[in-house]
């Protein structure tokens, strides 16, 4: 029965499940879309802001961090569970820089974080992270990366990613739209990442917030005017799609 | 354990003195790579009378050796002697004091051989992980770390270790110098032992780094030859690699009596 093997995680099921990391995955698909995309240049993260409410100030809640100067990360899932990788993720930087004397690779950084996360899926009394993560950034030799993590403790490179809420359909959206030229282009990037957050975010710029990180450059949050004035160029080009269908339809009927 | 339970003796784990170590910490292999320090607090001191040279119980190290390293525009020359010293007598003519950590890694020996060879090899171990975990060698300067942070976790316990580590990573040819004092340091020309300031003499009377091949390999011989000539505890045969892109290369062992004739010779 089911409800025998989910409460100790160190527990399989009978038919292998390891059900707390399993409820794990569900709580990082309720949380807030994040999206990830790498170009040749530039790693572009956009995550969906969740409303906040009236009386809250807005700028403390951040949901994409630096790990390091050329290293940054967004997630999916439980905040605080976010807070202590993020935090462990930024001493073992320092630990890396100061023991080897080079800045981490974004491989060795998400390895780091997804070996924290699998001893959580193996010891008993603590339980699985509940968070999914989405970690950008340059090497030393200017290779730019992009991994994701989840509570399971495994991680895998991608072009681009989506995690969260409704992240198969970023995902599709993702798949149909990347290609080499968008990676090429800067521009193109950044704005294929905020057409793909604009799938899942109903209420435009105000809803979203958008960092970029070029080669050998710190993060930059992108000023909410800058992603408005790219959200308005993708409405418009939607606008301009849409008469040219009506016109060939009116045409061909 | 078996021998305690035929005696019938009774270990509790209390008691800090008679924990002795169990089966699995013998022979597993992480054990393997750190010495057994006694359980006592500040173990530095415990064993500081090992070090004092009017102690009873002083460990006196063959510190007799010459061994020398520099960096030139085609990698790194790695030169020493051979001979180890007990005292007066002269125990051997043929030690190798350049250990091989790996294809493109050499350490040299300084000090106490067994200390040497030993963290050396720990290192070649801790080098191999990394290369395989990192999907890339590991640089000159974390494998130096990586030696240096190990042999710190005995200082004042009495090793004794003056090595250079040298290799070509990434970054080029590189170079340093690693003690059992916890100094570690970058440079371009280093000479560790009792003959070193006669080797640091004649390097720095011949060294450019425009050097050739030829001449760079020609002066780490004659540096070391030199010491040997005037330090007594210096002496057997010159040991010489090259530090190529491609990795270490050895040169020659040659014995200093035929190097002696040689010079002589030139200069008629």
């Known amino acids: 029965k089911m409800s025998r093997y989910d409460r100790a995680i160190t527990v399989f099921s009978p038919d292998g499940h390891l059900f707390q990391v399993e409820y794990a995955q569900e709580a990082v698909k309720k949380g807030a879309t994040a999206v990830g995309v790498r170009g040749k240049d530039i790693v572009v993260l956009g995550v969906e802001k969740k409303s906040v409410a009236q009386l809250q100030e807005e700028r403390t809640v951040r949901k994409i961090c630096t790990i390091d100067d050329h290293v940054c990360m ?138 970029v ?41 | 354990m078996a021998l305690a339970d035929i005696c019938k003796l009774n270990f509790s784990s209390k008691s800090s003195l008679t924990t002795l170590p169990s089966n699995e910490e013998v022979f597993n292999a992480e054990a393997q790579d750190c010495f057994s320090i006694p359980t006592a607090p500040q173990a530095a001191s415990y064993l500081s009378h090992l070090s004092k040279p009017d102690s009873d119980v002083h460990i006196k190290f063959n510190h007799g050796t010459t061994t020398l390293a520099f960096k030139f525009q085609h990698g790194v020359v790695v030169a020493t002697d051979s001979r180890a010293t007990a005292g007066d007598y002269i125990a051997s003519q043929t030690v190798k004091k350049v250990i091989e950590i790996n294809p493109y890694l050499l350490g040299t020996m300084a000090g106490g051989a067994a200390d040497c060879s030993f963290w050396e090899r720990v290192l070649a171990k801790q080098c191999r992980v990394y290369e395989l975990r990192n999907k890339e060698r590991i640089s000159v300067a974390a494998a130096s770390k990586v030696l240096a942070n190990m042999v710190y976790n005995y200082k004042g316990m009495g090793l004794s270790m003056g090595t250079m580590i040298c290799g070509w990573d990434k970054r080029g040819p590189g170079l340093y110098y690693v003690d059992s004092d916890g100094q570690r340091l970058n440079g371009s020309m280093f000479a560790v032992g009792s003959g070193a300031t006669y080797a640091y003499g004649v390097m720095d009377a011949g060294y450019s780094n425009d050097m050739c091949v030829e001449d760079a390999l020609a002066l780490g011989k004659r540096a070391i030859y030199h010491a040997t000539h005037r330090d007594a505890y210096s002496g057997g045969f010159v040991n010489l690699y090259h530090m190529k892109e491609s990795g270490w290369e050895h040169i020659s062992w040659t014995d200093v009596k035929d190097l002696h004739y040689a010079y002589k010779n030139e200069k008629k």
């Open chain 1, 213 to 253: 990180m070029r080669r050998n450059h710190p993060l930059q949050i992108l000023e909410s005017a800058e992603v408005e004035k790219v959200v308005a160029e993708i409405e418009k080009q939607k606008e301009e799609e849409a008469e040219k269908k009506q016109k060939k339809m009116k045409k061909s009927s």
């Open chain 1, 74 to 211: 967004a997630f999916a899932g439980l905040t605080a569970d976010a807070r202590v990788i993020v935090n462990k993720a930024r001493i073992e930087c320092q630990s890396h820089r100061l023991t080897v004397e080079d800045p981490v690779t974004v491989e060795y950084i998400t390895r780091y974080i997804a070996t924290v996360k699998q001893r959580y899926t193996q010891s008993n009394g603590r339980r699985p992270f509940g968070l999914s993560a989405l970690i950008v950034g340059f090497d030393y030799d200017g290779t730019p990366h992009l991994y994701q993590t989840d509570p399971s403790g495994t991680y895998h490179a991608w072009k681009a990613n989506a995690i969260g809420r409704s992240a198969k359909t970023v995902r599709e959206f993702l798949e149909e739209n990347y290609n080499a030229d968008t990676a090429a282009s800067e521009v193109e990037t950044v704005k294929l990442t905020i057409k793909a957050l604009l799938e899942v975010v109903q209420s435009g710029s105000k809803s979203m917030e958008i960092a």
